[in-house]
């Protein structure tokens, strides 16, 4: 009987012992740099040559005006699809490895079309475009419980207009994380 209640302590002591994730953060690599940020408050260059400051800095970088991770927020897609072009995929990845780095944040993922197409048409490709940048981003190391995708198909256009140059500036996944 003393042995089970000896045994008994130590499972309910080691149940209350709460592990915690002593990794350091994965840096947000610039391609063709070498570049990196880290969210231990190192600044270094991110892609295209800004600054991207750890959480631990003065201002979030996605809060920041002058930092890559403020200023890309967009995904630009071709008409009809919903494939994430490689010039793009280093917006996703520089995201997608602050993410990782910061659990307590959350984005939203907000798919949009231009305005041709049916309503339902136009919400279904906003959505395989936001669920196609949430799947990057997770296999980039994001977790998925940070974020949501949602489609607003033709009804959140950024540019106004009837012609090729308007269309391909609505056809896109806007990055917003929440709280701001």
Same mark, same amino acid.
């Given at each position: @009987?003393?042995?089970?209640?000896?045994?008994?302590?130590?499972?309910?002591?080691?149940?209350?012992?709460?592990?915690?994730?002593?990794?350091?953060?994965?840096?947000?690599?610039?391609?063709?740099?070498?570049?990196?940020?880290?969210?231990?408050?190192?600044?270094?260059?991110?892609?295209?040559?800004?600054?991207?400051?750890?959480?631990?800095?003065?201002?979030?970088?996605?809060?920041?005006?002058?930092?890559?991770?403020?200023?890309?927020?967009?995904?630009?897609?071709?008409?009809?699809?919903?494939? /994430?072009?490689?010039?793009?995929?280093?917006?996703?990845?520089?995201?997608?490895?602050?993410?990782?780095? $910061?659990?307590?944040?959350?984005?939203?993922?907000?798919? $949009?079309?231009?305005?041709?197409?049916?309503?339902?048409? $136009? /919400?279904?490709?906003?959505?395989?475009?936001?669920?196609?940048?949430?799947?990057?981003? @997770?296999?980039?190391?994001?977790?998925?419980?940070? /974020?949501?995708?949602?489609?607003?198909?033709?009804?959140?256009?950024?540019?106004?207009?009837?012609?090729?140059?308007?269309?391909?500036? $609505?056809?896109?996944?806007?990055?917003?994380?929440?709280?701001?």
């Amino acid at each position: @009987m003393r042995l089970f209640i000896v045994a008994a302590v130590v499972v309910f002591a080691l149940a209350g012992c709460k592990s915690t994730d002593t990794q350091d953060a994965a840096p947000i690599d610039d391609k063709g740099t070498g570049a990196s940020a880290t969210t231990d408050g190192a600044t270094t260059k991110g892609v295209g040559g800004s600054a991207v400051t750890g959480t631990t800095g003065a201002m979030a970088p996605h809060k920041d005006p002058a930092n890559m991770l403020s200023q890309k927020r967009s995904i630009y897609f071709e008409y009809d699809q919903f494939v /994430i072009k490689d010039e793009y995929r280093a917006t996703v990845e520089a995201h997608a490895k602050y993410v990782q780095g $910061n659990r307590t944040l959350r984005v939203i993922l907000q798919g $949009n079309t231009d305005e041709r197409g049916t309503r339902e048409y $136009n /919400i279904a490709l906003g959505q395989k475009r936001a669920d196609a940048v949430k799947k990057l981003m @997770m296999l980039l190391g994001a977790n998925e419980i940070q /974020i949501e995708t949602v489609s607003f198909g033709k009804e959140k256009p950024r540019r106004e207009g009837h012609d090729d140059a308007s269309w391909a500036e $609505n056809r896109r996944v806007d990055i917003v994380y929440v709280g701001e």
